[in-house]
């Protein structure tokens, strides 16, 4: 009997999620529902079919910035606290239905601010719905607070942040289109997270490369890098297979820095033009501490397992892979090291043991 994870079985293996947009992964008929309740009149179509099939190819264009275009219709429906808390709620279901066990989603609240909502009452009805769609369901979920990058609001969004730490946020991002919109333009929001001793993941890497790269780890603070794909850049694999790392590539690898990666947004973005030709396979190889992620699920119309099922077809990986990667981003995780291991040691390893069990034909009982 064949050990190659398929779909189905991907489904049931304990997954962890580390870079996935609350706007990028609306359910295209909750969106027709919040845009009819609350009067947003300017979605393309109300049909959730086609909407969804919309967002699909508006996204696929190749290009960060056109990519993001797409996400003015699912922040113009989250402008007010119930339809922000229905979306975080939703979010936490479809996530756990796809057996993700533990996720953190990002969100910027300065987004869901039109109708006059504050930042800490954005924050809060996204935390309320994360409580509301993970109660009773096998997951436990945090928000990062994501700041806009080409803002200039960042450290109040920071202290936002800080203010709601023990009510489940767990980190601070900034996010948008990297060119021209350096990190280093942010340092006093990231040394206000810094000094109270909080989480830093950065976009970087992403569409722009190693300079946004290294001023993220060396200059703002970055313990993740969002995406991180353009580490690339600074490596050699010469004709003959060998490879050579420079000085920063080097770096973030002797230190573990977690990649936050997204092969079918990256497709999608123009990073590469199929998953099979995704850096995520050297990188593997290399061991650097990959994580796999969604990014934006409706967008990119993905789940975490399929993300999976679509690195089994293109790489042949195997459920030592998959559990490889999974325990990446569990460690990677800005829970505490003790939750960490206890969700590593009682669900991950044992959940991946029986699903290679099963592969094998083999039975754990007894």
């Not at 056109?66 to 219709?73: I, W």
């Not at 994501?146 to 969004?157: D, F, G, L, P, Q």
């Not at 936050?260 to 999608?268: D, I």
């Not at 990014?295 to 679509?310: P, Q």
Request: glycine letters at 10%; one cysteine or more.
């Amino acid at each position: 009997m064949s050990d190659r994870p398929t779909l189905e079985a991907i489904r049931r293996a304990p997954k962890v999620l580390l870079h996935d947009h609350l706007d990028g992964g609306l359910r295209p008929a909750t969106v027709v529902e919040l845009a009819a309740e609350h009067g947003y009149a300017a979605l393309p179509t109300t049909d959730p079919g086609e909407l969804g099939a919309w967002f699909r190819a508006g996204a696929n264009r190749r290009h960060l910035d056109l990519y993001l275009e797409t996400f003015s219709h699912t922040t113009g429906v989250m402008q007010h606290r119930d339809a922000i808390e229905r979306v975080a709620a939703e979010c936490a279901e479809d996530l756990a239905a796809d057996g993700v066990v533990y996720a953190e989603v990002r969100m910027a609240p300065e987004l869901c601010l039109e109708a006059g909502l504050t930042l800490d009452e954005a924050i809060e009805a996204m935390l309320a719905g994360f409580r509301r769609g993970s109660d009773g369901r096998d997951i436990v979920i945090g928000l990062i607070v994501t700041a806009m990058r080409h803002a200039a609001n960042s450290k109040e969004v920071a202290e936002a942040a800080l203010r709601h730490r023990d009510a489940g946020v767990v980190g601070f991002d900034i996010a948008g289109s990297e060119a021209g919109h350096p990190p280093t333009r942010h340092l006093d929001a990231f040394r206000a997270v810094a000094e109270d001793n909080f989480h830093i993941t950065i976009h970087a890497g992403e569409a722009f490369g190693l300079p946004s790269i290294w001023e993220a780890v060396q200059l703002c603070g970055a313990e993740r890098l969002g995406h991180g794909v353009r580490i690339v850049d600074d490596i050699t694999v010469g004709d003959s297979g060998s490879v050579h790392l420079g000085r920063l590539a080097s770096f973030v690898r002797d230190r573990r820095v977690p990649l936050e990666m997204c092969p079918t947004s990256n497709v999608h973005t123009g990073i590469c033009d199929t998953i099979a030709e995704h850096p995520i396979g050297l990188l593997k190889r290399l061991r650097f501490r990959v994580t796999v992620n969604t990014d934006n699920r409706l967008m990119s119309d993905v789940t975490l397992s399929g993300e999976l099922a679509h690195l089994v077809d293109a790489f042949g990986y195997g459920w030592d892979d998959l559990e490889w990667l999974t325990l990446n981003a569990m460690k990677s995780a800005f829970w505490s090291f003790d939750q960490r291991l206890r969700l590593i040691n009682q669900r991950i390893k044992p959940g991946f043991a029986a699903l290679k069990a099963s592969a094998l034909g083999v039975s754990l009982a007894g």
